[in-house]
Nanobody, 122 residues
């Protein structure tokens, strides 16, 4: 399976962006999907995740209440709606998938997208 993350770009503080993660080849079915990000000079960090049915979602504290993760399995796509953007959200955002339940550990994911740059200006 190949994952493609897109939808990044330049946003303003307080604004919104929506990221998409599309799967080709095999589907997302029965796979949890997560978003991670890596800011300049920072380590990669967990952002959000969703179970394969979409019944449970998870967020890191810094984005909870601002970001929303959803998925449409019939479209093999997972979305990350990012509202109330902050300059500290600037990062390359990656989507990843794994079997079973979501985790916050990147090494537990077996497929990764190429990343999409999000830059938030103040």
């Amino acid at each position: 399976v190949q994952l493609q993350a897109y939808g990044g770009g330049l946003g303003q503080a307080g604004g919104s962006l929506r990221l998409s993660c599309a799967a080709s080849g095999r589907t997302f079915s029965s796979r949890a999907v997560a978003w991670f990000r890596q800011g300049p000079g920072k380590e990669r960090e967990f952002v959000s995740a969703i179970t394969w049915k979409g019944s449970k979602t998870y967020y890191t504290d810094s984005v909870r209440g601002r970001f929303t993760i959803t998925r449409v399995n019939t479209k093999n796509t997972v979305y990350l709606q990012m509202n109330s953007l902050k300059p500290e959200d600037t990062a390359v955002y990656y989507c990843a998938r794994r079997p079973g339940i979501p985790t916050t550990k990147g090494y537990e994911y077996d497929s990764w997208g190429q990343g999409t740059q999000v830059t938030v200006s103040s």
